[in-house]
């Protein structure tokens, strides 16, 4: 059975920009998300084995009692910090390799009308990865700046930078910069609409989010004695670094990692609905269609 073919170039209200991000990702899930981790995987994997070290090195931060041991030395502080950058690195590259995938499958299918390449999505996102390092570092200090100067300019500021990859993708043309002045313009276009239905998806990504670290939190509720009351606190500068509460941890990064899937998504059909009540492509491309098909 063929597959319905979801539109990106076109113009939606409200409710069809989330509808049609949960339609996208449904109809193509297994070529999508094996596309994803044919990619990204091995990046999300070092990302984990980072993560995992970093949660197990980081916890004699908080065991106080070894400060001032022999076997808390100038070397332990040097682990820590190697470790820190190593899980820094590899957070940066998984999360670009992941966006710039879902990008790019989403590029070639609408550019080949539902038929995605593989082997031109790989290369695409190989060539981008320094555009989308710069795209990373100018979302992240213009999220920082505006959560710095107060609560709402974040919420302006979300809305560009969310769609901010995505024009970089689909309009080849720009460079980085230009994608990035671009977006604040993009927005100004439609900014309620695509405000809300980001907001929305947000709170999509948050819940589900906490539903998968519930497993989390029981287990650390457990073990540290609160459901029976008895809470030893020589136990507690320790608990970091157990094997399973490290293990759960990493899961728990691992589903919302992908979950942030859901925000790619998004961000892109987002960016099609304010494109197009500017440029009208994809409505000349479909009339230009029908013409063909007359004649």
Request: net charge positive; charged share 15%.
């Given at each position: 059975?063929?597959?319905?073919?979801?539109?990106?170039?076109?113009?939606?209200?409200?409710?069809?920009?989330?509808?049609?991000?949960?339609?996208?990702?449904?109809?193509?899930?297994?070529?999508?998300?094996?596309?994803?981790?044919?990619?990204?995987?091995?990046?999300?994997?070092?990302?984990?084995?980072?993560?995992?070290?970093?949660?197990?090195?980081?916890?004699?931060?908080?065991?106080?009692s070894s400060f001032g041991e022999p076997s808390f030395n100038s070397s332990s502080v040097f682990v820590i910090i190697t470790t820190a950058i190593f899980y820094l690195i590899s957070a940066i590259a998984a999360y670009i390799?992941?966006?710039?995938?879902?990008?790019?499958?989403?590029?070639?299918?609408?550019?080949?009308?539902?038929?995605?390449?593989?082997?031109?999505?790989?290369?695409?996102?190989?060539?981008?990865?320094?555009?989308?390092?710069?795209?990373?570092?100018?979302?992240?200090?213009?999220?920082?700046?505006?959560?710095?100067?107060?609560?709402?300019?974040?919420?302006?500021?979300m809305i560009p930078m969310a769609i901010v990859f995505s024009i970089y993708v689909f309009e080849p043309k720009r460079s980085t910069s230009d994608a990035y002045s671009q977006s604040f313009k993009l927005v100004n276009i439609d900014f309620w609409t695509a405000f809300g239905a980001f907001l929305i998806l947000g709170i999509i990504y948050y819940v589900l989010g906490m539903v998968f670290s519930i497993p989390t939190v029981i287990y650390t509720l457990i073990s540290t004695g609160v459901f029976s009351g008895e809470i030893d606190p020589a136990n507690m500068s320790t608990f970091s670094q157990d094997p399973i509460l490290i293990f759960l941890n990493v899961l728990n990064t691992f589903f919302q990692f992908f979950l942030n899937i859901i925000l790619i998504v998004g961000g892109a059909i987002i960016y099609f609905h304010l494109h197009e009540k500017t440029n009208f492509t994809g409505t000349y491309d479909r009339i230009s269609e029908i013409g063909k098909i007359e004649d």
């Open positions: 059975m063929n597959k319905p073919y979801i539109e990106f170039r076109k113009q939606r209200d409200f409710s069809s920009i989330l509808s049609d991000t949960f339609g996208f990702i449904r109809n193509e899930f297994k070529p999508f998300i094996k596309t994803v981790v044919n990619i990204a995987g091995p990046a999300i994997v070092v990302f984990m084995i980072a993560l995992a070290a970093y949660n197990y090195v980081s916890g004699d931060v908080l065991n106080f390799l992941t966006v710039a995938s879902v990008l790019f499958y989403i590029k070639s299918y609408v550019d080949n009308k539902g038929v995605v390449d593989p082997t031109e999505v790989k290369t695409n996102v190989h060539k981008s990865f320094w555009s989308f390092l710069g795209l990373s570092f100018l979302k992240g200090i213009t999220l920082f700046i505006a959560a710095l100067l107060c609560f709402l300019p974040v919420f302006y500021a």
